[in-house]
């Protein structure tokens, strides 16, 4: 009897199995294509209207967002491990609560478009068409890096991607200038130039200003605000911290930037006003960086660790991303768990290529110093080293 009762168990066991992964398991037709939602409006300054309140989040691009803040922030973890083991030196300045800013702008723009930031660049440097390897190999110093190796973590460059700029400020003159060429070759072209509040005092992007207006330039002024310049924070620092009324006579507005529907909403609205030859515009973007100013920074000896968890935990633009996909059906725990497997296999894949690609020779430190230029003596690490220059 006791064996009849057994079988009989197994038998149960296998015939419901089945009907257990058919209910565990999804088709992609139970997911519904797109949600509405509703953001937070944006402040304006000179501006009668601002970008929508409400938008549409696709199912494939939420996944394609998601991916892709979520690669930026392991990409930048995997860096921050690769320097405190001396494998990344130097300086490296790491962008991870920071991911919807980089996603929302480039979705908004055109490739064609261009941008240029400061030196918290890798997300940047992703969202305009840099691998994950390329990216590692830089931030290591390697031939396979985008740069060759030379540039390191705060310059890196791509097809209308102008870098990664170690000195502060510099980016905004030189952005408006790549502005000026778009407006003067007639190109339906804008440029996107990126700083911080750190460098929203330069007296050289007030300059940048008053020309892109006269100008009318096609550029879009982006700060990001994240609270602190270094270790200083914006109330120590500014007299005026509305960054985004700094252009007076430009039109502003001042965004979410931890809501990747934010920025996305923001910055088609701003890249419009700019293509309707209306000239330049500026944007702040509310935003929060977890690590340090840099790697050499612990960051928190001017901020608590519990105001770093607040944000982490109300405010993450990764998470808050995925709650909107989970709570409106556009996907599934199971499938982002899988994106984030595949995202930490090729961080994973990244930095073992950017350990063990070759760094560059020492005689390519004399290439590239000029452009179709006859080849000429450059002194080496002393005055009986030579090498010969390389366009």
């Given amino acids: 009897m006791t064996k009849m009762l057994r079988l009989l168990g197994s038998l149960i066991r296998r015939e419901n199995s089945p009907a257990k992964v058919l209910v565990g398991s999804r088709n992609y037709a139970d997911f519904a294509s797109e949600a509405s939602f509703d953001i937070k409006k944006c402040d304006l300054h000179r501006l009668e209207e601002g970008p929508a309140t409400s938008t549409i989040l696709t199912r494939e691009d939420g996944l394609k967002y998601y991916h892709t803040m979520q690669l930026i922030r392991r990409m930048e973890l995997k860096a921050d491990q690769l320097y405190k083991q001396k494998i990344i030196r130097g300086f490296c300045h790491l962008c991870d609560g920071q991911e919807a800013c980089c996603v929302g702008i480039e979705v908004a723009i055109n490739p064609t478009d261009h941008l240029i930031t400061a030196y918290r660049s890798h997300g940047y440097s992703y969202t305009r068409g840099v691998s994950v390897k390329q990216i590692m190999a830089e931030l290591t110093g390697r031939r396979g890096g985008c740069a060759k190796g030379r540039g390191g973590s705060m310059h890196m460059y791509a097809n209308n991607f102008y870098g990664g700029n170690g000195i502060v400020g510099a980016q905004?003159?030189?952005?408006?200038?790549?502005?000026?060429?778009?407006?003067?070759?007639?190109?339906?072209?804008?440029?996107?130039?990126?700083?911080?509040?750190?460098?929203?005092?330069?007296?050289?992007?007030?300059?940048?200003?008053?020309?892109?207006?006269?100008?009318?330039?096609?550029?879009?002024?982006?700060?990001?605000?994240?609270?602190?310049?270094?270790?200083?924070?914006?109330?120590?620092?500014?007299?005026?911290?509305?960054?985004?009324?700094?252009?007076?006579?430009?039109?502003?507005?001042?965004?979410?930037?931890?809501?990747?529907?934010?920025?996305?909403?923001?910055?088609?609205?701003?890249?419009?006003?700019?293509?309707?030859?209306?000239?330049?515009?500026?944007?702040?973007?509310?935003?929060?960086?977890?690590?340090?100013?840099?790697?050499?920074?612990?960051?928190?000896?001017?901020?608590?660790?519990?105001?770093?968890?607040?944000?982490?935990?109300?405010?993450?633009?990764?998470?808050?991303?995925?709650?909107?996909?989970?709570?409106?059906?556009?996907?599934?725990?199971?499938?982002?768990?899988?994106?984030?497997?595949?995202?930490?296999?090729?961080?994973?894949?990244?930095?073992?290529?950017?350990?063990?690609?070759?760094?560059?020779?020492?005689?390519?430190?004399?290439?590239?110093?000029?452009?179709?230029?006859?080849?000429?003596?450059?002194?080496?690490?002393?005055?009986?080293?030579?090498?010969?220059?390389?366009?």
Wanted: proline fraction near 5%.
């Fill in 172 to 391: 905004v003159p030189l952005g408006a200038g790549i502005a000026l060429a778009c407006k003067y070759f007639g190109k339906d072209e804008i440029c996107v130039s990126l700083y911080g509040d750190g460098a929203a005092n330069q007296g050289q992007i007030f300059e940048t200003y008053n020309m892109a207006m006269l100008w009318k330039l096609p550029c879009i002024f982006i700060c990001e605000n994240n609270r602190y310049g270094m270790g200083t924070s914006v109330e120590r620092a500014a007299a005026s911290t509305d960054y985004y009324k700094r252009g007076d006579y430009i039109p502003g507005l001042r965004v979410d930037g931890m809501d990747v529907l934010c920025v996305r909403e923001a910055t088609k609205f701003a890249a419009d006003h700019c293509r309707s030859g209306k000239g330049p515009i500026l944007m702040e973007l509310q935003t929060y960086r977890y690590h340090g100013h840099s790697m050499s920074d612990p960051g928190v000896s001017y901020r608590t660790r519990e105001e770093i968890q607040e944000v982490r935990s109300k405010s993450d633009p990764i998470t808050m991303l995925k709650e909107r996909m989970l709570n409106n059906n556009l996907s599934n725990v199971e499938e982002l768990k899988e994106i984030d497997a595949s995202v930490r296999q090729e961080v994973e894949e990244g930095a073992q290529f950017a350990t063990t690609d070759p760094e560059p020779p020492l005689e390519e430190l004399a290439y590239n110093i000029f452009c179709n230029e006859e080849t000429f003596d450059v002194r080496g690490t002393n005055p009986w080293i030579k090498y010969k220059s390389v366009s």
